[in-house]
């Protein structure tokens, strides 16, 4: 059943152009497909001809235009085969597909009366017979043939060449894609669309026509989108040279996607969600992540398209340099630090997670059983900060100098991950091999480090220690190659002393590697006691341990002149006294507020602060998810009571410092999505949450008045769910009532309010979830649905979904089984939190795996499959 990685083999034939004419109609959609196909030059003479093929009802077949007799070829689920095949040919296949029943997402599909693809990773194989694998690439000839009234625009890639009317209603276009490109690459729209239209002069002078296509409905809302292409096709030319490469460049929105967005040649496809946007329906962060989004799968034409995988272990290849490429674009278009900010908690509480458990896998893993299920956080975001190691390890001129011999030397290639990092090699001379394990081992690193000032001589002693534990299938790993950044900040001076290390000067911030298993590094003429700001920016994707004392934390939080590194500080500050109160809790002995916490947030409140946007992350306490990746042992209700405290004694002590916040930055300018009204929205939210947290009448009164001043989605969906999460019903439901009344019409804004009412902490909150699933906006066949409502309770209501009498986990394992049958890919990925089983007490251990066993029950998907299997091993 697995597909290994040194199974890999060339294929035996390649094709050098595909031609496709689609009959589209909902049940029986007709796909014929012409290939100009040629054995490799490698391959041995009368290799036996092998096709994917899935779910397809073969209608003629024929080489050369000789029709096959039933004994020239085989047919099964997986694979069409012809045992005897000329050297060149063509292959002419019909088959039959219904578009209408693909529940899956994958291949052909419909979408609120629309077709539309989804081929990534393996989706091709259920259109026609196909070499579907990412190393045979041919340019694409696609007619397809439509209804002209329910189908008036009829979309592929590349450029239209002609188009014409049929009898009976219909209509054609036929698209040309000059670009040699393997199969997942494909997509074809057709439906009932509208779109907005827009220019884009390249560096060189090529003129691109830039569309969006939408339902009418949506037409309002393509701005943001369109400007963040224009943005990040700017951004390319400058960064990494890279121009587009096509006269037209298309985006669609489709309402049922099982991801965020697909980078098809020229017809990028888009979950509705990830690229409409209005002021009134999208929040702050719906437009930074449709901003970000876009420009992924734009970034993907150079390093996916042009350059692509040789196989599907190599995803990270395009993957983590595409994430690191829009990471470095939204940094620079907004503010840097707090996308750094972002980025990295979302990925210590949710990597982090991933690579202690039983799906941990390394960013090249070396087998899966199905693909669909390795669009991981590690492929992707652990993938980026690889890559963005490198980055720092070369510098940033001789990384460009490698991306640019990578894009030159492999364009029109599918190649490997080695082919990347050699390039780096090359580029930079540094040597690259053992950095190459961060490719081949999974689990986060771990470094203890340990600092000791000598007041004699003035020399600091650092000693940092690296471990990996043990991943499943991996139990011993060796040293990486880790780059720490970091200064020495002076308890006196407060501020970054120069760094000299082995006699050489380093200025007063610096990288040092870490290679082996303990090394020491001694920094001399350290002219004052100072505190180590290690692993400043969050250099390597590792847990860095220091036994740091909370004045030390709080002295960092004021003075350190990273600001990831005060952030970090802040977070830190607050974990020990969270601790410190998970223990209290425990133990049912009363809880004390550290007073220094108190001190350290009316010092950041009081302070000179020029970026307001870290600012508002500095105020924002740890997640209960970050909170519980840093304990031994999750105790849901402890951490949920230890941070609902620490919340209530900041807002108590320091109560009219957050008015003052809030009345400071509010403001009833016209919406824009920019990085200042941005920052003074986050600060005013984060300044209304404390307020909240006491629940006094003016607290109340400043959420109503945000809530029906209806402003923007950002305030109104703030003021909204703390108005939901309130203890007093007379205050949640009317707000939540006028919303869902109000909001009907609009799918993407009838996610959040499922999202905002399933994250309520009262405990009747199991009963709205089974409700909801009987509301009418609510379909478990569309994945938004099902992300908004049983994702969004799963993953973030905490204490409810690790009730004691396993009743949340039942309802999830209901789920589950039936999206196993509906769409394997979704139902996968929804079980992930139950199988984080081993990080919780002994009954609920027992509650999560009883729900895994009864999954593992049924007739299982692939996907669902490869999950429970690990899960329970
Ligand atoms: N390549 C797409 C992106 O990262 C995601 C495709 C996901 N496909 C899938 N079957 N899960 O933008
Ligand atoms: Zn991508």
């Known amino acids: 059943k697995p597909t290994y990685l040194s199974d890999y083999r060339p294929p035996a034939y390649r094709v050098t152009h595909t031609e496709l004419t689609f009959d589209l109609d909902a049940k029986a959609t007709r796909v014929k497909a012409r290939l100009h196909m040629e054995r490799h030059p490698q391959a041995k003479n009368g290799a036996a001809l092998e096709l994917d093929g899935e779910r397809l009802t073969l209608i003629s077949i024929a080489i050369d235009g000789q029709p096959l007799g039933e004994d020239e070829y085989s047919v099964d689920a997986e694979r069409l085969i012809i045992e005897s095949v000329p050297q060149t040919f063509l292959l002419d296949t019909e088959v039959e597909i219904s578009p209408a029943s693909n529940t899956a997402l994958s291949g052909l599909y419909q979408s609120s009366g629309m077709f539309c693809t989804q081929c990534e990773a393996e989706g091709f194989r259920r259109i026609t017979f196909y070499p579907d694998r990412p190393d045979v690439m041919a340019t694409f000839s696609t007619t397809v043939i439509g209804s002209a009234t329910t189908e008036p625009v009829l979309l592929a890639?590349?450029?239209?060449?002609?188009?014409?009317?049929?009898?009976?209603?219909?209509?054609?276009?036929?698209?040309?894609?000059?670009?040699?490109?393997?199969?997942?690459?494909?997509?074809?729209?057709?439906?009932?669309?509208?779109?907005?239209?827009?220019?884009?002069?390249?560096?060189?002078?090529?003129?691109?026509?830039?569309?969006?296509?939408?339902?009418?409905?949506?037409?309002?809302?393509?701005?943001?989108?369109?400007?963040?292409?224009?943005?990040?096709?700017?951004?390319?030319?400058?960064?990494?040279?890279?121009?587009?490469?096509?006269?037209?460049f298309m985006i669609v929105a489709v309402n049922d996607f099982n991801m965020g967005a697909m980078e098809n040649k020229g017809l990028n496809i888009f979950n509705s969600a990830a690229v409409l946007t209005h002021p009134h329906t999208a929040t702050d962060v719906a437009f930074q992540r449709v901003e970000s989004i876009v420009a992924h799968e734009y970034f993907h034409n150079w390093s996916g398209n042009r350059v692509t995988c040789r196989d599907w272990f190599q995803l990270s290849l395009k993957e983590g340099f595409t994430v690191f490429r829009d990471q470095c674009f939204s940094a620079d278009t907004n503010s840097a630090p707090v996308k750094r900010i972002e980025d990295v908690s979302f990925f210590r509480t949710a990597q982090f997670a991933e690579d202690a458990g039983p799906t941990a896998h390394p960013i090249r893993p070396d087998h899966y059983i199905e693909i669909g299920n390795f669009y991981t956080l590690t492929i992707y975001e652990k993938g980026a900060e690889v890559?963005?190691?490198?980055?720092?390890?070369?510098?940033p001129e001789a990384f460009r100098r490698g991306s640019d011999l990578y894009f030159e030397r492999f364009d029109g290639q599918a190649v490997t991950i080695e082919d990347f990092v050699a390039c780096m090699q090359e580029a930079s001379g540094i040597d690259l091999s053992q950095f190459m394990l961060w490719y081949s081992q999974a689990g986060t690193p771990e470094i203890d480090a340990h600092g000791e000032y000598d007041y004699a001589n003035g020399d600091y002693r650092l000693i940092l220690r690296q471990r990996t534990p043990a991943t499943p299938g991996q139990y011993d790993k060796q040293a990486?190659?880790?780059?720490?950044?970091?200064?020495?900040?002076?308890?006196?001076?407060?501020?970054?002393?120069?760094?000299?290390?082995?006699?050489?000067?380093?200025?007063?911030?610096?990288?040092?590697?870490?290679?082996?298993?303990?090394?020491?590094?001694?920094?001399?003429?350290?002219?004052?006691?100072?505190?180590?700001?290690?692993?400043?920016?969050?250099?390597?994707?590792?847990?860095?341990?220091?036994?740091?004392?909370?004045?030390?934390?709080?002295?960092?939080?004021?003075?350190?002149?990273?600001?990831?590194?005060?952030?970090?500080?802040?977070?830190?500050?607050?974990?020990?006294?969270?601790?410190?109160?998970?223990?209290?809790?425990?133990n049912g002995v009363e809880k004390v507020m550290d007073t220094r916490v108190v001190e350290a947030f009316r010092h950041l409140l009081n302070?000179?602060?020029?970026?307001?946007?870290?600012?508002?992350?500095?105020?924002?306490?740890?997640?209960?998810?970050?909170?519980?990746?840093?304990?031994?042992?999750v105790d849901v209700d402890a951490i949920h009571a230890a941070r609902n405290f620490v919340k209530q004694r900041l807002a108590t002590a320091l109560r009219d410092d957050f008015l003052r916040l809030y009345k400071a930055n509010d403001s009833d300018a016209p919406y824009a999505p920019d990085p200042d009204q941005i920052a003074a929205r986050g600060l005013k939210n984060v300044a209304l949450s404390y307020l909240m947290a006491i629940e006094d009448e003016d607290a109340i009164e400043l959420a109503r008045k945000q809530f029906a001043a209806d402003h923007n989605m950002t305030d109104v969906r703030h003021a909204l769910t703390l108005l939901t999460h309130s203890s007093r019903d007379d205050i949640a439901e009317p707000a939540l009532k006028a919303f869902g009344e109000k909001w009907a019409h609009d799918p993407l804004v009838m996610d959040q309010w499922f999202a905002i009412q399933v994250t309520r902490p009262q405990p009747d909150v199991l009963d709205r979830?089974?409700?909801?699933?009987?509301?009418?906006?609510?379909?478990?066949?569309?994945?938004?649905?099902?992300?908004?409502?049983?994702?969004?309770?799963?993953?973030?209501?905490?204490?409810?979904?690790?009730?004691?009498?396993?009743?949340?986990?039942?309802?999830?394992?209901?789920?589950?089984?039936?999206?196993?049958?509906?769409?394997?890919?979704?139902?996968?990925?929804?079980?992930?939190?139950?199988?984080?089983?081993?990080?919780?007490?002994?009954?609920?251990?027992?509650?999560?795996?009883?729900?895994?066993?009864?999954?593992?029950?049924?007739?299982?998907?692939?996907?669902?499959?490869?999950?429970?299997?690990?899960?329970?091993?």
Request: hydrophobic fraction near 40%; avoid cysteine; proline fraction near 5%.
């Open 157 to 248: 890639n590349g450029n239209p060449v002609e188009r014409g009317s049929l009898p009976e209603g219909r209509h054609f276009v036929t698209w040309d894609d000059p670009h040699p490109k393997p199969s997942y690459l494909f997509a074809l729209v057709a439906g009932d669309l509208e779109k907005v239209e827009d220019r884009f002069t390249t560096a060189s002078g090529r003129e691109v026509t830039l569309q969006i296509w939408v339902e009418e409905e949506n037409l309002g809302k393509t701005d943001h989108a369109m400007a963040s292409l224009k943005r990040a096709m700017r951004w390319d030319e400058h960064a990494y040279g890279r121009e587009y490469d096509l006269d037209l």
């Open 387 to 395: 890559v963005r190691m490198l980055s720092n390890l070369v510098g």
């Open 480 to 586: 990486l190659h880790i780059p720490v950044r970091l200064g020495l900040v002076g308890t006196k001076s407060g501020r970054d002393l120069p760094l000299t290390l082995d006699g050489e000067s380093l200025g007063s911030d610096t990288v040092i590697h870490l290679r082996e298993e303990e090394q020491e590094f001694v920094f001399t003429d350290v002219s004052e006691a100072p505190v180590p700001s290690l692993l400043r920016g969050f250099s390597a994707p590792v847990k860095l341990r220091f036994p740091y004392g909370r004045e030390d934390l709080a002295f960092l939080l004021a003075n350190d002149s990273d600001g990831f590194n005060r952030w970090d500080a802040g977070q830190r500050l607050a974990m020990l006294a969270l601790d410190d109160l998970i223990a209290a809790h425990r």
């Open 607 to 633: 302070a000179e602060i020029d970026d307001r946007a870290v600012l508002a992350e500095m105020l924002t306490l740890p997640s209960e998810a970050y909170i519980a990746e840093q304990q031994p042992l």
């Open 769 to 873: 979830v089974a409700f909801l699933m009987k509301h009418p906006a609510f379909s478990l066949k569309n994945p938004n649905k099902v992300r908004a409502l049983i994702g969004t309770f799963a993953g973030q209501n905490r204490v409810n979904f690790h009730r004691l009498d396993g009743a949340g986990y039942r309802l999830l394992a209901d789920v589950v089984i039936e999206l196993n049958r509906l769409n394997p890919e979704i139902a996968a990925r929804l079980i992930t939190p139950l199988t984080r089983w081993a990080r919780f007490d002994e009954t609920r251990q027992d509650l999560m795996k009883a729900e895994l066993e009864r999954i593992r029950a049924e007739e299982l998907s692939p996907n669902v499959f490869e999950v429970v299997e690990k899960a329970l091993a």
